[in-house]
Each structure stands twice: as structure tokens, then as C-alpha cells.
């Protein structure tokens, strides 16, 4: 039976707090999920009445929200249990004020749940003044948003200092791509069909895209984003997660352990790419201003003030191999940009082409592919073959999509990725978590990417807004005989 959770948001007065998690704990009391929820104390800079903090967050969830699911009773019972602190991280008399809030509704067997959803440079300090604070309970647990630093060194660092307050079976690493829905019907697919379960592997798979494209810019992140890039914020930790559950061995179990002993085993047989290859391997881009869905928009440089920001990249297309019995041979592209054509989020298996055709029109052209969406809609399709009907002498092909989602899925059993982390992480379960060696070992291999970079000056290429990216994105899949679908 799970246990009574008091659940503490740090950075409860932040975008991330006011966008997704108050409307995915809202959410989860509408369905009638939060019952081992007691307690949810929101933490801020500012001082601040509960009450205001209250009424403020009933104006966001009214805003935030899906359309109809805001609900005045479920209000009463979620604003019962909302609260307010006022915790400068760096302040260790805030912790001991916390530390007797929690304490005033303490009981026996109640875990103590801790979301740090602010800046990570401040991970290690809250952790340590939370112990020192004497605001741990009996168990408690944490849950790190991303960025888990900015490469392996400032990972390990936040790690360690994590570490030493955290037990790892309580130490949560949110990357929120993992809540979908569809990322978990992956599994699904991958090993409930015997069907897919001889075809995953190179003897019949061709090639893998991973696209995650948005078609925003840097949107007032521009300082933010200029130090950062797109293969640290988006490469290092989304794209490598999906990567990692297209091509992990099945796992002994569906338990967090066995799967994530498995995505590890991916990510440590992922080929580095070092300066001997990275001008062959990789794409760095840069919007320039151009029009997004019909709206004229400006370029990255004219948006960030930063000095350095001509050597950042908003876009970065590779091609990752992973030397294992399985994959060898079958190249892994991901792209990954801003301004780009239209926002999605798509991993697409292409599968081989026949070795010889039997019909009238060109078959070679057209291949089989598992194509699946994780946004904006979640989708999974196969793209198969068959007669072109009508009356023609010659047997000819046709394309054909077979749809592989529950069409007449209750729309009630739709639910916002934080729903489901935050559900795991109230029930304790680590399986849609990244454990500490996975991020280190992302890290490992995007720094030896960044630091080939380095060594041999690789520049970024501009490309207009409303494009899919740079040529050279195009030519790094031309020169493989392939293309990115599209
Ligand atoms: N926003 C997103 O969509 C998103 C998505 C993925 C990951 N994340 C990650 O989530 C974290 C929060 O992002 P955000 O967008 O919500 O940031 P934000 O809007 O800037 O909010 C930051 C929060 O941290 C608090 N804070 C800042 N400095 C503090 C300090 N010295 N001591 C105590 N509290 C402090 C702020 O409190 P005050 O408001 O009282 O100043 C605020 O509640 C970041 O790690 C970010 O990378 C965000």
C-alpha cells in the first residue's frame, strides 16, 4: 500500500511549477489519483500569505488548465491541501521554518516528498540545508528537473552533493519525455508483439530518425540558450532517452532496475564522435529570420544578447551508432531544432527495402516504417503496402497506413506527462526516472561531441526560419543513400 506522501515544491512560484505541475496535481485529484497526497507546500523567494498564493494559483489553473477541467469542488479539496513558504535557498533558518510546518501534521509513516523545480546550481545546497534544517523525515525521496548540469563534470558535482543527503532509490531525474504515453506504449509494441520482436534489429531495420522540432525560437531564454545549445538542452537528455528505449535489449522485467540497467547497456555502446568524425557526423545550425507558420520572425542572433551567441547552435542533426550485436550497421539520425518547418516530436523505424520487385511501379522507393508520434498528437503507425486498386493489367503498390492507436480511447485517459511522472514519483516508482549513471554516461558522450567541436572549429551554419534546418541536415542522410521522413 503506498503511504502518505507531503509533497514540497521547490520553485513552487516558477513557470514550471505554474504551467505544469499545479495543473498535473490539480489533475490528478480530479481523477481520483491523489489520495496518498496530503500535503502540498509551495516554496518561493518572496514572503507571501497562503492564502494569496492560493488564490493565485486557482487564477493560474483556470488559465493553464484544459479546457472543462478546472472544477470548484475539486478546488476545495486541492486548496485544503495548499500551501505556502517563503525559502531563499541559501538560507538555513527557511529550512527549519519548513522543518516545523512539516512537522506540525507530522505521523508515522508519512514520506516526504521533495521537488526541486529551480535553478540546478542550487540542487546541492537545498539538499544539505534541508538535512541540516532538520526538514527530513522518516523517508523521503527527490525529484531533479533537468538540467542535470551543464556537462559530465557539473552532473557528477550536483550528483555527489545530491548523494550525500539522497539514498539513489530515492533520487528522482525528471526528463519528462519519458511520461508520454506513447514512449511507454513503445515498450508495449516493441515487446507484446511477437509480431515487431524478430524485426528489431539490423537484419531487417534500415535506418532510425528521431525528430524533435519546435517551431518557437529562444522565446526571452536568449541569455539562457546562448550558453547552452541545442545537443546539451535537448540531445543530452530527450533524444538520447528515446534512443536508448528504441534500441535497449528486452528487459529482464518491466521493473525500473531491469529497464534501466538495459537503456544503460545502449547508451555506454554508443559510439563516441571525436574530431576525426564529427564534420561527417554532425550539423550545427542557426536560425536566421525567415516565417513560421506564416508569421514573419526574427533570427537567433537579433533575439540573444549574448557575446557569444554566433557559436551556439538552435539546431543539430547527427548520426549515432551503437557498436552492439543488435545495431551494428544501422545508423541512429537525430535532429533536433527551433524555428523550424512545424512543431513535433516523431521517431520514425524505417525498415529495408525489398531486395528485388516483383511489380510494375518502383516498390524500391517505397519502404515499410513504423512511425511514431510523441507530439503534438500521440500516434503509432505502420506504413505498409498494397494493390493499387482499379482495373490496370500491371500490379502496382501503393502506400498504406495502418493505425496502431486506440482510436476510441476514452479522451478522459488523455493525461499531461508530469501527471504520470508525479504519480510515480508520490508512489515511489523509479521506471520512467533516469538514474545517475544514465545521465552521466548522456553527458559523457554529448561532451566528447562538444569538445570535437572545439577541436576542429566546426561552424554553425545558418538557416532560414520555417525550414527543416541546414543543407548540410539534408546531406548528411544524402550521402548515406537516404532521406529524413518527412
Ligand atoms: N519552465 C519549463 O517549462 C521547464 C521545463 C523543463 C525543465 N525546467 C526546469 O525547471 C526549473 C525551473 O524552471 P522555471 O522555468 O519554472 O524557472 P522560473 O520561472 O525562473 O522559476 C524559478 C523558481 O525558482 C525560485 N528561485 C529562484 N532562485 C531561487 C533561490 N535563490 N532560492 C530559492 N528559490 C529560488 C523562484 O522563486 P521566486 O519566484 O520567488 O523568485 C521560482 O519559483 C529549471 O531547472 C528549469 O530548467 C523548466
Redesign the pocket.
Known amino acids: 500500500m503506498t503511504k502518505m506522501v507531503d509533497l514540497v515544491i521547490?520553485?513552487?512560484?516558477?513557470?514550471?511549477?505554474?504551467?505544469?505541475l499545479l495543473p498535473a496535481l490539480f489533475q490528478l485529484h480530479r481523477h481520483e489519483l491523489a489520495a496518498p497526497l496530503r500535503r502540498i507546500i509551495c516554496?518561493?523567494?518572496?514572503e507571501m500569505e497562503a492564502a494569496t498564493f492560493q488564490s493565485d494559483a486557482r487564477t493560474n489553473l483556470e488559465k493553464f488548465l484544459p479546457t472543462g477541467a478546472f472544477d470548484a469542488a475539486v478546488w476545495e479539496q486541492f486548496s485544503a491541501k495548499l500551501d505556502y513558504i517563503q525559502?531563499?535557498?541559501?538560507h538555513g533558518a527557511h529550512y527549519e521554518a519548513l522543518a516545523a510546518l512539516l512537522d506540525q501534521q507530522s505521523a508515522e509513516g508519512v514520506t516526504r516528498l521533495f521537488y526541486l523545480?529551480?535553478?540546478?546550481s542550487?540542487y546541492g545546497a537545498i539538499c544539505q540545508h534541508l538535512r541540516d534544517g532538520g526538514a527530513l523525515g522518516e523517508q523521503q525521496r527527490v525529484v531533479l528537473?533537468?538540467?542535470l548540469g551543464k556537462d559530465l563534470d557539473s552532473c557528477r558535482e550536483i550528483n555527489e552533493q545530491v548523494a550525500q543527503v539522497f539514498a539513489e532509490e530515492d533520487t528522482f531525474r525528471?526528463d519528462?519525455y519519458l511520461g508520454k504515453e506513447t514512449v511507454q506504449n513503445l515498450l508495449a509494441v516493441r515487446f507484446g508483439n511477437p509480431l515487431f520482436h524478430p524485426l528489431w534489429q539490423n537484419t531487417y531495420v534500415d535506418n532510425v530518425q528521431i525528430t524533435v522540432a519546435e517551431d518557437i525560437g529562444v522565446e526571452g531564454r536568449g541569455s539562457y540558450y546562448a550558453k547552452t545549445g541545442a545537443l546539451r538542452d535537448m540531445v543530452q537528455n530527450h533524444l538520447l532517452q528515446v534512443l536508448s528505449i528504441v534500441a535497449m535489449e528486452p528487459p529482464a522485467s518491466l521493473e525500473a532496475t531491469d529497464i534501466r540497467d538495459e537503456k544503460m547497456k545502449v547508451l555506454r555502446c554508443l559510439e563516441p564522435i571525436t574530431e576525426t568524425n564529427v564534420k561527417h557526423r554532425t550539423v550545427r545550425g542557426r536560425y536566421d529570420a525567415g516565417a513560421v507558420n506564416g508569421q514573419a520572425v526574427s533570427g537567433f542572433l537579433e533575439e540573444a544578447e549574448y557575446k557569444d551567441s554566433a557559436h551556439t547552435e538552435t539546431f543539430v542533426a547527427l548520426k549515432a551508432t551503437i557498436n552492439s550485436w543488435r545495431w551494428a550497421g544501422v545508423p541512429f539520425y537525430l535532429r533536433t531544432g527551433k524555428r523550424l518547418k512545424k512543431r513535433y516530436s516523431e521517431i520514425v523505424i524505417e525498415f529495408k527495402k525489398q531486395a528485388f520487385s516483383l511489380f510494375a511501379n518502383d516498390p524500391l522507393e517505397l519502404t515499410n516504417k513504423l512511425v511514431i508520434r510523441l507530439q503534438p498528437e500521440e500516434t503509432i503507425m505502420l506504413h505498409t503496402l498494397n494493390k493499387r486498386p482499379g482495373l490496370t493489367k500491371k500490379l502496382r503498390l501503393q502506400p498504406v497506413e495502418l493505425h496502431l492507436t486506440n482510436e476510441s480511447r476514452d479522451t478522459s485517459e488523455n493525461y499531461d506527462a508530469y501527471e504520470r511522472l508525479l504519480l510515480d514519483a508520490i508512489h515511489g516508482d523509479q521506471t520512467l526516472f533516469m538514474r545517475r549513471d544514465e545521465v552521466e554516461a548522456a553527458w559523457r558522450w554529448t561532451d566528447s561531441i562538444i569538445d570535437a567541436w572545439d577541436q576542429v572549429d566546426m561552424k554553425v551554419e545558418a538557416y532560414n526560419s520555417g525550414t527543416m534546418g541546414p543543407s548540410s541536415a539534408t546531406a548528411l542522410l544524402v550521402r548515406d543513400d537516404r532521406s529524413w521522413y518527412e
Do not use: M, Q, V, Y
Not at 520553485?11 to 504551467?19: A, C, N
Not at 525559502?87 to 541559501?90: F, G, M, T, V
Not at 523545480?117 to 540546478?120: E, F, G, H, S, Y
Open positions: 521547490f520553485g513552487g512560484t516558477g513557470d514550471l511549477s505554474t504551467r505544469k516554496t518561493g523567494r518572496g525559502i531563499e535557498a541559501d523545480a529551480t535553478l540546478p542550487l528537473e533537468k538540467p525528471i519528462h
